[in-house]
């Protein structure tokens, strides 16, 4: 399950309310994209590897994830420095 | 207001055969477009069934149906239908919309005019645990027209005794059973006029319709009014209100009086 958002309807308007006025039959669209969180990931003390949904990441970096996706973070047990 | 989502629709407005339908089916008759008659101005579906045709006569308009995946649940209404002959025989069926399953030709349910007591009557004819079930009532005229709707429910789950038909003519329910174990296979095939129909012995059967329209939903007597259609990108099933109040889930289309309306969908969902 993931989140999506009120974008803009085919006028460009940007509220999810409109006003329109009807003369004739018409058709109105209106757009939605994924709701997007970025993650990101820190360790401490050392910087290490990790993966996300089994894609490598390191300290530091990030990734976007769509809101209400369930992800796996991975982290090494042991590390030697 | 009337809302909807639509899954088929047909005016009649195109004279090129078959119509916009899948085809027609001329075994007992001829099946065309008019604006000869009820009324001018516009096409509307003409049938023509032979004077003598025997019960099971065919002729009539016909098209696929993929509108439900799974177990049907289908609203179709056309304007306009009329017919000018009873049936030669008691119980003799004049079909107005029906749901069939192919390719073994079978039908689910159908409903349209009869004659019982030598009288024309509305009919629902349906099937409950393999066995088909004739339902009257009601009292129709010869050359008068009506709003003809049928809703066909078929049960959500094997055995289960939760299917529906129901019959409205011009908005009001005529004719309804319930708790129907009427079939598991799926609805694929719509028809539409005199199809496995009965003819008169000495006249010729002609029936007129028009306006037709398939939807997910009650659909009702056509208001007149424009229609808004309403959808989002990507296709989200996202609820609509318009002027407060809740009509459903895109796509949708609703018929409402021209003016100022305010239309709002929701501005997040979850899918």
Sequence with gaps: ?81 | MIALPVVYSNNFENTVSPFGWTGINQTAGIVTVSSDHPYTGSYNAYVTLNAGAVAGSYAGFYQSYAGTPNRAHIFIRAMNVMVDQLPANENGRLPVHGCWVQPSAEMIGNCGFTKVGGVLKWFNYYRHNGTFVFQTGGTPQLNTLYCVELEVRQNSASGVADGAQRLWVNGTLVLEVTGLINDDRIVNYLVFGLMNAEGNATNPIHFWGDSYVVADGYIGPESGNPWVTVNSSPELNVPVYVDGQFIGNTPIAVSIPSGTHTVRVESEVTR
Excluded: C
Aim: no cysteine; charged share 10%.
């Design chain 1, 1 to 81: 399950m993931v989140k999506y958002s009120f974008v803009k309807w085919e006028d460009n308007s940007t509220n999810p309310s409109r006003s329109i006025t009807v003369v004739a039959d018409m058709t109105i669209i209106a757009s939605y994209s994924l709701v997007i969180h970025k993650v990101m990931f820190q360790s401490q003390p050392v910087s290490v590897q990790a993966t996300i949904n089994g894609q490598p990441i390191s300290a530091g970096q990030s990734v976007d994830i769509p809101e209400g996706t369930t992800i796996t973070v991975v982290v090494p047990g042991e590390v030697s420095v």
